[in-house]
């Protein structure tokens, strides 16, 4: 079969069942794991996020919606070439990768129609379901088995070490300027991991909220995951946070207990490797119940405490030990 998934959950989820030599495209976003790189782009965004700031993607997005127009193109020209079976596509969010519409439009248009599947996990509950889907649909159900109860195994260990265990109030901080909550499936992912989302609600898209609003909920702890940024971009602006007077307010900076997690790798996207993220969660939530070492480049915590009366210019982060 061949097959063109242009959502990187997707792909990550073909290569986790094998499937990666049966892969001939792939979206202008996938990039896990490394030999998806290699395949051929069938989408393009208009927005380069290396460019623009938080604030300039937020403000060109939300224009776009408004108007009608398109954040992503189809390459109708490479797929004509490739003549996929089956392309992979999603309904769930316009902006974090191209919408289902878009892709069964570009279908229709191919001389040879494929079969369109759009995934539509919204959840930690859907994870493992959307996994068996695709499997079905490209032909592999038998691939899928070892992959989802290695996976599920995961997710009871982590749930069932952590009933019991305190459980401090955390903030998933999706988008920096302007602050975004993170939604759909990382509430769950909050709560298997021992922790206590004190303002995302499962199964809920995620939303616009206000510093006063991110103040009053008083995290004692913040994950700082913007959307599709790993750490590196994430720190290229993360003191705009210093901008912000309720900043210092915050338990979980005047405890220092801020982290910057690689977003893009671990938390923004419903494919196998969200379950190595809700192992890093509850490692930084509870690190004496889950002493495994956080894998190197996934996470980085507040250096020193940020209180009311510091002055600090810029924020620093170090390696979780």
């Not at 997707?10 to 495209?25: H, I, K, R």
């Amino acid at each position: 079969m061949r097959i063109c998934s242009l959502l990187p959950a997707a792909t990550e989820m073909l290569f986790a069942l094998g499937l990666g030599d049966q892969v001939v495209a792939v979206s202008h976003e996938c990039d896990y794991p490394p030999e998806a790189t290699r395949k051929p782009r069938a989408t393009n965004g208009l927005v380069d996020p290396r460019l623009l700031s938080s604030a300039q993607i937020d403000e060109i997005v939300a224009q776009s919606v408004a108007e009608g127009h398109r954040l992503y193109h189809v390459d109708l020209d490479l797929l004509r070439e490739l003549q996929p079976d089956l392309l992979i596509t999603q309904d769930l969010c316009t902006v974090c990768a191209i919408d289902g519409g878009e892709v069964r439009l570009a279908a229709g248009q191919l001389e040879h129609p494929p079969r369109v599947l759009s995934l539509g996990t919204d959840s930690l509950n859907e994870l493992f379901p959307s996994i068996r889907q695709l499997a079905e649909w490209a032909e592999a159900s038998a691939a899928a088995d070892a992959l989802i109860d290695g996976l599920a195994d995961r997710l009871e260990d982590v749930r069932a070490r952590a009933a019991g265990l305190p459980r401090p109030s955390l903030v998933c901080l999706e988008w920096l300027d302007p602050a975004w909550i993170a939604g759909h499936w990382m509430p769950e992912v909050v709560e298997a991991a021992g922790g206590n989302d004190a303002l995302g609600q499962a199964g809920l898209p995620s939303f616009r909220a206000t510093w006063t609003e991110i103040a009053n909920a008083a995290p004692e702890v913040l994950i700082v995951m913007p959307c599709g940024f790993g750490m590196e971009r994430t720190l290229e602006e993360i003191d705009v946070l210093l901008t912000v007077p309720q900043v210092r307010q915050l338990p979980a900076f005047i405890s220092g207990q801020v982290y910057v997690v690689d977003s893009s790798g671990f938390f923004s996207r419903a494919g196998p490797r969200l379950i190595d993220g809700l192992e890093m969660l509850a490692s930084l939530l509870h690190p004496q119940a889950f002493p495994d070492p956080v894998p190197a480049g996934s996470a980085l915590r507040l250096a020193r405490p940020l209180g009311p009366g510091t002055r600090q210019q810029h924020l620093e982060f170090v390696p979780v030990s």
